[in-house]
């Protein structure tokens, strides 16, 4: 009898979700087909779900910046697991009506739980910038779908001060 392969498992033990910890978290498309980049209507209904989500489920939500192909987060939350099962299945029927048949998320969801609060501003900030180090955009704070609940104005700062009212400063200010 041949073995069944099975999946490398690659979410943290259950206790880990609900110690407290901020996530950075990459939720990517199926086959990083270019849905958010097709159709903005499509990430504008992503926001309204991330901004509704927090909201009801009480998650710090301290950035987020939607690629082409994936969404970045940076997020706490009592379970992230929940937290993203929700956001990917309440977008699942807008794009189903955008494209019949095809396929809107990759299976499972990659996060990275941070180790220290200090380290907050700089993964926002990076998260913040990977439409610049994509090429999409020249400035991060003319990106229209990057965000914060946490840090409100931090496009304005940026600008104003290249640090988002926040340490340490990005690679490259708003201009």
């Keep these: 009898m041949q073995d ?11 206790s880990a979700y609900g110690q407290g910890h901020a996530f950075s978290i990459t939720i990517a498309t199926d086959g990083r087909y270019h849905w958010f980049r097709l159709y903005k209507r ?16 009480e998650t710090i939500l301290y950035a987020w910046c939607i690629m082409p192909d994936h969404i970045h987060m940076l997020a706490q939350d009592k379970d992230v697991v929940e937290l993203v099962r929700l956001l990917k299945g309440r977008l699942i029927p807008a794009a189903r009506r955008l494209e019949p048949g095809r396929v809107l998320w990759q299976r499972s969801f990659y996060d990275h739980a941070l180790r220290e609060v200090e ?10 910038q990977n439409p610049v180090r994509a090429g999409i955009i020249d400035s991060a704070c003319a990106y229209p779908w990057s965000g914060s609940l946490v840090w409100p104005d931090w496009k304005a700062t940026l600008a104003a001060d290249g640090r988002a009212g926040i340490n340490p400063a990005p690679t490259q200010p708003c201009t």
């Design 4 to 14: 069944i392969p099975t999946r490398k498992r690659i979410r943290l033990s259950n």
């Design 42 to 57: 499509l990430s504008a209904k992503l926001v309204e779900l991330l901004l509704d989500l927090a909201k009801t489920r």
């Design 119 to 128: 380290s907050l501003p700089a993964v926002a900030l990076y998260i913040w």
